[in-house]
Antibody
Framework: QLQLQESGPRLVKPWETLSLTCTVS??????????WGWIRQPPGKGLEWLGS???????YYSPSLKSRVTVSVDTSKNQFSLRLTSVTDAETAVYYC??????????????WGQGTLVTVSS | DIQMTQSPSSLSASVGDRVTITCRAS??????LNWYQQKPGKPPRLLID???SLQSGVPSRFSGSGSGTDFTLTIISLQPEDFGTYYC?????????FGGGTTVEIK
């Protein structure tokens, strides 16, 4: 059973960089049909996809964040990471990592981490 | 950008009721539409992908239909454990946009 777990600082100062890592267990991050993504959810609000990465390092990003977001992969550690620069307090949210697949088209996000609340505050 | 509009934004229904949630896209998705259920404090759970393909372990009272721009999630007989917020999400293109959500309350 695939499991994902987010880790990283829970408190980030405004205008600094948010960095999170997702550790994948129970399966290989190098699976050719799997992409690995980050989704966030501000308290009491809806879901926003941020970006996804393939094991090769190929990425897709949300256009609204493209200049500030980086998603990377470390296959040796079975991990992938999120880096979001110049954060504001409006980016306080639960950050989820998740897996989605591409097989004759994109599927849904079928495995999720439990999420980690990151607070942006001075 | 593809805009995803869900309706209603919330509903209250009784156990045993048939519940229908609608998702409309601003352009055709063919059938690249997914549905999630989220309970408070938990990550979303994928219920249906490809508009109508039920995920393993999801009760058969859930079903999805539609194509193009208009999609529906139906719960044929609402159960107490079905409370939560339901989201649609497009996977037609690599923007992976989510709808605003529909909160289901059990009367």
């Amino acid at each position: 059973q695939l499991q994902l777990q987010e880790s990283g600082p829970r408190l980030v100062k405004p205008w600094e960089t948010l960095s999170l890592t997702c550790t994948v267990s129970g399966g290989s991050i190098s699976s050719r049909d799997s992409y690995w993504g980050w989704i966030r959810q501000p308290p009491g609000k809806g879901l926003e996809w941020l970006g996804s990465v393939w094991y090769s390092g190929h990425t897709y990003y949300s256009p609204s964040l493209k200049s500030r977001v980086t998603v990377s992969v470390d296959t040796s550690k079975n991990q992938f990471s999120l880096r979001l620069t110049s954060v504001t307090d409006a980016e306080t949210a639960v950050y989820y990592c998740a897996r989605h697949r591409y097989t004759n088209g994109w599927g849904g996000f079928d495995y999720w981490g439990q999420g980690t609340l990151v607070t942006v505050s001075s | 950008d593809i805009q995803m509009t869900q309706s209603p934004s919330s509903l209250s229904a009784s156990v045993g009721d048939r519940v229908t949630i609608t998702c409309r896209a601003s352009q055709s998705l063919i059938n690249y539409l997914n549905w999630y259920q989220q309970k408070p404090g938990k990550p979303p759970r994928l219920l249906i992908d490809g508009a109508s393909s039920l995920q393993s372990g999801v009760p058969s009272r859930f079903s999805g239909s539609g194509s193009g721009t208009d999609f529906t999630l139906t719960i044929i007989s609402l159960q107490p454990e079905d409370f939560g917020t339901y989201y649609c999400q497009q996977s037609y293109n690599t923007l992976f946009t989510f709808g605003g959500g529909t909160t289901v309350e059990i009367k």
